[in-house]
């Protein structure tokens, strides 16, 4: 994955956080959370340095539909 992706939560995961959907394991949520409104995978990366698994993480977000990737 590319550090400089920018990542940004849909409509599903804003409904995910702020509606207490709770079909997310805590720390996919810790990782939605902090991808808010926008932020890039480095940026992510930085904030979240001992998630082993993070890209893993990130990659079933996107394709859950929780978040996406913006066009840079």
Same mark, same amino acid.
């Given at each position: ?5 920018q990542?940004?939560? #849909?409509?599903?995961?804003? *409904? ?6 709770? #079909?997310?394991? +805590? ?7 902090? /991808? ?12 979240? +340095? ?7 993480? /990130?990659? *079933? ?12």
């Amino acid at each position: 994955m590319e550090m400089n992706m920018q990542l940004s939560r #849909t409509d599903k995961g804003q *409904d995910e956080i702020f509606n207490l959907g709770h #079909t997310l394991r +805590p720390r996919f949520r810790q990782i939605l959370f902090s /991808v808010g409104g926008g932020i890039s995978f480095g940026e992510l990366c930085r904030k979240m +340095p001992n998630c082993a698994e993070l890209e893993k993480m /990130v990659d *079933d977000l996107l394709q859950n539909g929780f978040i996406q990737a913006l066009r840079n």
